[in-house]
């Protein structure tokens, strides 16, 4: 299943910063948002992430993103920012190994540690695996 999302609103005091906003990601997919600066894109971004609420619009996997379970939500759909305010220091695997938390409810098994090397040589990630 695809993540669709239709029509997608968001209006801050009056003001459309998101309009009607429509596309489809494929599952299984890596995507990137490009666009000038105040385009919307965090928005849209956060929204999907459930971090702020949309006004209209949203659907994954045919129910509407506001029903899932945040645990069943994580397992289907992650999120990286381009920046954050975290002030953590983190390798590349590190990152990569949060991604199973919710499969492995913070406890990294062997097959999660698999997974991640996986995830990390598909991504070409190797040469950064221990950079911060």
Do not use: C
Request: no cysteine; hydrophobic share 40%; aromatic share 8%.
């Amino acid at each position: 299943m695809s993540l669709f999302v239709k029509e997608l609103t968001k209006q801050y005091d009056g003001k459309t910063v998101v309009d009607s906003v429509t596309f489809e990601i494929p599952k299984r997919s890596v995507i990137s948002m490009i666009g000038p600066n105040g385009a919307g894109k965090s928005t849209v971004l956060n929204i999907l992430s459930r971090l702020i609420a949309r006004d209209s619009g949203l659907d994954f996997e045919g129910q509407d993103i506001a029903r899932w379970k945040s645990k069943e939500l994580a397992k289907r759909l992650a999120i990286l920012t381009q920046s954050n305010n975290i002030q953590m220091k983190l390798t590349v695997q590190e990152l990569v190994t949060f991604g199973r938390f919710p499969y492995s409810g913070n406890h990294v098994t062997q097959e999660d540690l698999e997974i991640i090397d996986r995830a990390i040589t598909y991504m070409e990630l190797e040469p950064f695996r221990d950079r911060f």
